[in-house]
T-cell receptor
Framework: AQTVTQSQPEMSVQEAETVTLSCTYDTSESDYYLFWYKQPPSRQMILVIRQEAYKQQNATENRFSVNFQKAAKSFSLKISDSQLGDAAMYFCAYRTDSGGGADGLTFGKGTHLIIQP | DSGVTQTPKHLITATGQRVTLRCSPRSGDLSVYWYQQSLDQGLQFLIQYYNGEERAKGNILERFSAQQFPDLHSELNLSSLELGDSALYFC???????????????FGSGTRLTVV
């Protein structure tokens, strides 16, 4: 079974600075998807960014980018120019595709990101 | 509004009781997924339905069951409730292949269940 590990329960960063959240995963598959989700105090799960494993290029969405190291099974999220609205729980997730239409997400435990004004 | 509707938003019930949580998927999505988020277990996948049929099962207790109806809405039934079942229950939906590539998974806002 796939596992997702987020080793940083909490991170703190000054507003306007850059922060990197770590994620490692374990899989024997060669083709898969990885995600970062944001969960603000409202509890809504919001997709931040997604990466397809067969793509060499790291995904980028505005101030959010990933460092995807397939061989190392590492998938870190970099947030540039941190803003107060970035404060939230961040979850790394792996898409499990068992075939026959069976799929779903395996989540890490999450990293609580605090933005210091 | 994500397009996935979950009702009710909050539910308070007593131990031993049974509750039903409802989810309406995003228009056009055929798959519905249920997740449980608790402080000690984190986010756990419970079960997936695709076009009315069960497709995948995760860490779902035998006291819990789900179904997906012809109009594609889904219900999660939780029975013989225990204090430890208190959690946030999320529903997500997705399409297949091309549609999934475009939209991925869409989450509802969750149902907060408190068992007292």
């Amino acid at each position: 079974a796939q596992t997702v590990t987020q080793s940083q329960p909490e991170m703190s960063v000054q507003e306007a600075e850059t922060v990197t959240l770590s994620c490692t995963y374990d899989t024997s598959e060669s083709d898969y998807y990885l995600f970062w989700y944001k969960q603000p105090p409202s509890r809504q799960m919001i997709l931040v960014i997604r990466q397809e494993a067969y793509k060499q290029q790291n995904a980028t969405e505005n101030r959010f980018s990933v460092n995807f190291q397939k061989a190392a099974k590492s998938f870190s999220l970099k947030i540039s120019d941190s803003q107060l609205g970035d404060a939230a729980m961040y979850f790394c997730a792996y898409r499990t595709d068992s075939g026959g239409g069976a799929d779903g997400l395996t989540f890490g435990k999450g990293t609580h990101l605090i933005i210091q004004p | 509004d994500s397009g996935v509707t979950q009702t009710p938003k909050h539910l308070i019930t007593a131990t031993g009781q049974r509750v039903t949580l409802r989810c309406s998927p995003r228009s056009g999505d055929l798959s519905v997924y249920w997740y449980q988020q608790s402080l000690d277990q984190g986010l756990q996948f419970l079960i997936q339905y695709y076009n009315g049929e069960e497709r995948a099962k995760g860490n779902i207790l035998e006291r819990f069951s789900a179904q997906q109806f012809p109009d594609l809405h889904s219900e999660l039934n939780l029975s013989s409730l225990e204090l430890g079942d208190s959690a946030l229950y999320f529903c997500a939906s997705s399409g297949r292949q091309g549609r999934w590539s475009l939209y991925g998974y869409t989450f509802g806002s969750g149902t907060r269940l408190t068992v007292v």
